[in-house]
């Protein structure tokens, strides 16, 4: 294979990482494999592909392939932390991150993944650990502060999460998921008016959000406004109902209302659902 086709094949990986369009572009990664089965870097490129597909079990095996022709690739490492990420194997991806990062210990998105597979084995001071070393070389990284935050508030550290997810909304103003966050922060608080106002912001750019719906709910259960917050909560089962129903069923932050028949009348959908 000439060398600029195989610069060509590895700009498709790049440009499809930034646009998200796996499924329309897998035959680009497979044709350079048909002219060289063991070329790495279309393997790699499969590989991502895979799990941006969600077959991580094919992804992790075109990964382990990578690797077993560039043990050092720390590209192939990081794939492989995410797809087993994905399947819940988070020792494993712990040890695929760190192997990523002996090989490049600058990689922040390397550091990344370790902090939110420590999260997810709940190590909370570790991976906060993992967010600052991101933070050291990224320091407007918006992600960084917004996982931090959310290792701060796992540790009953709710001041210092809020301040790390201020920090986090000046980088990225527009991301619903933090400005969701900041209203549960603010909720643990006890800072109420505050914590609505966040969820408010997050549905003003997304109003698809059922947890900020339901994080607004019992807000107002907090303060007793019964309309507002059976209307809230209406919304988040309308987008979810599976999930939030069955929430709110044992939420303590709903008691006041279990005689309230309009709160009734959605709670009694869960049994109906758990009948069938």
Known sequence: MLPS?????????????????????YTKFEQILAIDPNHPNGLLCRGYALEKLGRY?????????????????????QGRGIALGRLGQYEEALTSFNQALKFEPE????????????????????AIASFDRVLELKPENYKAWY?????????NDNQTALTNLNIAIKIKPTSDYIWNYRGQVLGKLHHISEAIASFENALRINARSASAWYGKACCYAIEQ???????SLR????????IYRNLASTDSNFSFLKTDEQFQALIQAVAATNAS
Request: hydrophobic fraction near 35%.
């Open 107 to 126: 990689d922040y998105r390397s550091w990344q993944n370790h902090g939110k597979t420590l999260l997810n084995l709940y190590r909370y001071r570790d």
């Open 57 to 77: 079990e094919d992804a992790i095996a075109t990964f382990e392939r990578v690797i077993s022709l560039r043990p050092r690739m720390s590209l192939a490492w």
């Open 235 to 242: 919304h988040a089962i309308a987008l979810s109902p599976s």
């Open 5 to 25: 086709d195989e610069t060509r094949y590895r700009n498709v990986g790049r440009s499809l990482s930034l646009l998200g369009r796996y499924g329309q572009h």
């Open 225 to 231: 406004q019964t309309e507002n917050a059976i209307e």
């Open 147 to 155: 996982n931090r935050a959310i290792a701060l508030s796992s540790l």
